[in-house]
């Protein structure tokens, strides 16, 4: 079915916010998943899947594992990249500072693909950005570059782990010049160029979105069902104990 960029706003928006996370901001969120959408990346399926993850996590504080010149290491307790991700970018510009380049090492954390978004904003501010992580599933790594002067990334698919990764983890780094991916890119198994997302991103605006139905009940249900319950707990407070 075909959708527009409001309605997946609109409804993630309410999903989100039903789920009563103290972190994570809901309008951020569903641009998140509306960008990653667009982009013919499946933001809807992500979405649907790091539900459950959000809605009984711990609201706990990510810890800073280590810091230096460059780089820094963070733990994110199992919590989704979602709700934490749009800080830690902050963040890590402010340490960045006039340096040329900066690492930003994040340990257990999931839905890697939710920061989509914020990656590409990344190009906004004149920065190129590379980021990877490995999936327990087929690919099984994932590598997103995005040169300076460019609006989409590459991203590059390898059906193998590669070496030294965990699977609830991701690297990303920022750069004020290009990165030389030529070693890291031997091998893919498959890839999407920033022509092609260009091009599918476009058509969701002149067509609409494509969603696949079971997802898109999948996420109207979620935001139904925290509706529900918000409209309960608010009838049980109203009438006072």
């Given amino acids: 079915m075909i959708v527009s960029h409001n309605e997946i706003v609109t409804i993630v928006h309410k999903a989100f916010t039903g789920m009563h996370r103290e972190v994570g901001e809901a309008d951020v969120i569903a641009t998140m998943v509306a960008e990653l959408q667009m982009a013919g990346l499946d933001g809807i399926r992500h979405f649907n899947n790091a539900s459950p993850y959000i809605l009984t996590e711990h609201d706990t504080p990510i810890d800073i594992v280590h810091q230096q010149d460059g780089a820094i290491r963070l733990d994110l307790h199992g919590s989704s990249l979602a709700c934490h991700l749009p800080t830690i970018i902050d963040y890590a510009l402010e340490k960045m500072g006039d340096l040329a380049h900066f690492h930003i090492y994040l340990q257990n954390c999931h839905n890697r693909w939710l920061a989509y978004s914020e990656l590409v904003g990344l190009a906004a501010k004149g920065f190129a950005c590379l980021a990877k992580w ?15 002067g460019f609006v989409y990334p590459d991203l590059y698919f390898f059906d193998q782990a590669q070496a030294n ?14 990165f030389d991916i030529e070693q890291d890119i031997q091998h893919f ?8 997302l260009f091009e599918t991103h476009q058509r969701a605006w002149k067509e609409g979105i ?18 529900v319950d918000n409209s309960e707990t608010s009838s049980k407070g109203a009438g006072g104990a």
């Fill in 189 to 196: 198994n498959h890839k999407i160029s920033t022509d092609e």
């Fill in 210 to 227: 494509y969603v696949d139905d079971e997802q898109w009940a999948i996420l109207k249900k979620t935001a139904a069902a925290m509706l």
């Fill in 165 to 178: 990764y965990n699977t609830n983890d991701m690297i990303i780094e920022i750069a004020t010049q290009n």
């Fill in 134 to 148: 490995d999936n327990g599933s087929v690919p099984k790594h994932t590598l997103f570059t995005l040169n300076q």
